[in-house]
């Protein structure tokens, strides 16, 4: 059973920085990948952010690229979200997903196969 456990959330400025963290236990392949979703009131969660395992590749949608950056430290089955430069309109509860791996068309970022996700974490962004 894959579990998902997300960290870091918290309350900044804008224009300030947070990282989250989410740690990965019971993934059973070398091939998949961990995406960052947020909530949307009245939509789906989008998807902002996702890097694959296979090749190291990663994503962004549009409103984070730039100021959002996704990496992972395979030895701590850690995947990181560097968010810098946050706006009030990036406030919102932010989950981590797995997946078979990573996919993007028409600028979404979503991930393949089955999808396990975390509990969330909260990010506000004051003005």
């Known amino acids: 059973e894959v579990h998902l456990v997300e960290s870091g959330g918290g309350l900044v400025q804008a224009g300030g920085s947070l990282r989250l963290s989410c740690a990965a236990s019971?993934?059973?392949?070398?091939?998949?990948?961990i995406g960052w979703f947020r909530h949307v009131p009245g939509k789906e969660r989008e998807g902002i952010s996702c890097i694959s395992n296979s090749d190291g590749s990663t994503y962004y949608v549009d409103s984070v690229k730039g100021r959002f950056t996704i990496s992972s430290d395979n030895a701590k089955n850690t995947v990181y979200l560097q968010m810098n430069n946050l706006k009030p309109e990036d406030t919102t509860v932010y989950y981590c997903a797995s997946g078979r791996d990573c996919g993007e068309a028409m600028g979404v970022v979503y991930l393949l196969g089955n999808v396990d996700w975390g509990q969330g974490t909260q990010v506000t962004v004051s003005s």
């Open positions: 019971g993934l059973t392949s070398d091939e998949y990948g």
